[in-house]
């Protein structure tokens, strides 16, 4: 079977992935807030986050991301024209984190911009430049997803403080001539949704136009919990049926690493092998737009992933928004 035809398709040249040093535990944890480390890994799978230092920001996060992906790729800044950053927690309202990373790259050309979908980010970034390289305006493209979500949590809510975490990742994208067939690596398919009817359930309580605060994040986990289990699978069966493959022939699934049991119940309700899911959520906890590119990094670097397996990538984030992409590695 082959996909409509089309003459280019974004190809994965790089990845990398860059983590704060700074470690906090669930036992750190339990020392400031009513919790244990029982009570987070049972409910979440969560054993440790990285946490940016004071002054470290999200786009300095990005940068040395980028800059691993880019050798990872063998390439320069210079060969680069398009940058997109999935980031909920930008290093300032104005200008984007793109053009901080772009800059701090020494790049003077192209295209750089910020995408907000909160832990969708990277895939709803993914499948923007997909499109962009596909329509032959770019050439090669910088996907990163980063995030310090450490500046916008309330440190005295033990329902949310212990489930995130900061990082970055980043993905090279090339767009590479394709006769259209499946076997051929690069982007196959993505599929992106978005519901604004559930902001109370997963949001910030502060913003510019709003409070003029930054605000600190709310979540009603349950709610949450059921929707990420019950909706938004619906992604992962629209790319299997845009391609007529099955979960029996994913190599990898590597899903947004929110909590444990949502990756388990979802990836059992797609049929999909827990031998085939990548997680790293008890590593890294819920690190947003970056959790993503940091699982993809594990994963591969561990010898997992390897040349023309077929990743399927899933995520799901407040807004609620939630999409998938189809990678042949």
């Known amino acids: 079977m082959t996909l409509s035809p089309h003459p280019l398709r974004s190809v994965v040249v790089g990845l990398g992935s860059y983590l704060p040093s700074r470690i906090l535990t669930n036992e750190e944890l339990a020392a400031t807030v009513d919790t244990s480390d029982e009570w987070i890994t049972q409910r979440t799978g969560i054993k440790e986050r990285h946490i940016a230092a004071p002054g470290e920001t999200t786009s300095m996060l990005g940068e040395k991301a980028a800059r691993a992906a880019l050798a990872d790729a063998g390439l320069g800044p210079e060969d680069i024209d398009l940058v997109i950053v999935g980031t909920s927690t930008p290093d300032y309202t104005f200008p984007s984190t793109a053009t901080q990373i772009q800059a701090a790259l020494g790049m003077t050309r192209g295209a750089a911009f910020d995408l907000q ?14 499109k962009f390289l596909r329509s032959g305006s770019h050439k090669r493209a910088l996907v990163i997803g980063a995030e310090t979500f450490s500046r916008i949590l309330d440190w005295n809510d033990r329902t949310t403080c212990v489930l995130f975490g900061d990082g970055a990742g980043a993905m090279v994208l090339e767009a590479r001539e394709s006769e259209g067939s499946l076997a051929e690596r690069g982007i196959l398919t993505t599929h992106l949704r978005s519901d604004g009817r559930h902001r109370a359930k997963l949001h910030v309580d502060g913003g510019p136009s709003s409070t003029g605060t930054v605000g600190h994040l709310r979540m009603e986990g349950k709610e949450v919990f059921r929707f990420a289990v019950g909706m938004v699978t619906d992604v992962v069966t629209d790319a299997f049926a845009a391609t007529g493959f099955t979960a029996a022939d994913l190599s990898w699934f590597v899903p947004h690493q929110a909590n444990r049991r949502i990756i388990d119940m979802s990836a059992a309700k797609l049929g999909i092998a827990p031998e085939k899911v ?16 940091l699982a993809l990094s594990v994963a591969r670097d561990d010898g997992r992933i390897k040349r023309d397996n077929l990743v399927m990538l899933e995520a799901v984030g407040g807004g ?3 999409g998938s992409a189809l990678i042949r590695w």
């Open 117 to 130: 979908a909160v832990c969708s980010g990277f895939v709803f970034a993914l499948a923007t430049a997909e």
């Open 278 to 293: 990548v997680a790293t959520v008890h590593l890294h906890g819920n690190t947003s737009a970056a959790s993503i590119p």
């Open 320 to 322: 609620f928004t939630w």
